[in-house]
């Protein structure tokens, strides 16, 4: 599983097909990519991390809060592309990305953790679908976040 995690002043996700449409103030735009391989220890890990990630100033403006502190919201996003390999030629390969039925399933589950396990608001774009995000930056700020078999533990 990857997580680009950027931390942000407003963010959103929409998708012109469906009219789908989703905003936050600050917290927290997470792009997510499940892997083949991938499974439940992946997304509670992945949940507890983005719930516990200290990357929000303090009154010493130091990076030491977490969304959960701020109470901030998180929009979090799908993107196999993150899975993209492109060490040979120039046209991406995404065979470590996970089938749709099963990333789309640990996404949910991601979003689920973090809402009932760890108290944070969270808004989603639609899986499978072609989306326009606009986001603020705030730092900027942004984190890339790995776990799975492809990944160091």
Request: proline fraction near 4%; aromatic fraction near 4%.
């Amino acid at each position: 599983m990857i997580a680009v995690v950027q931390r942000v002043t407003e963010a959103s996700v929409s998708v012109e097909a469906s009219g789908h449409h989703a905003a936050i103030g600050p917290g927290l735009c997470v792009l997510l990519c499940v892997e083949t391989g991938d499974n439940s220890a992946e997304a509670d890990w992945m949940a507890g991390k983005l719930a516990r990630l200290r990357i929000f100033s303090d009154d010493q403006d130091r990076m030491n809060r977490s969304i959960q502190e701020t109470r901030g919201e998180i929009l979090l996003i799908s993107q196999f592309t993150l899975a993209g390999e492109s060490a040979k030629g120039n046209r991406p390969s995404f065979i470590h990305a996970a089938p749709p039925d099963a990333a789309a399933r640990l996404c949910d589950e991601v979003a689920r953790r973090l809402r009932h396990e760890h108290a944070v608001p969270v808004k989603c774009g639609e899986f499978g679908a072609i989306m326009a995000v606009k986001l603020v930056n705030d730092g900027p700020v942004t984190i890339i976040l790995t776990k799975g078999e492809r990944h160091s533990t």
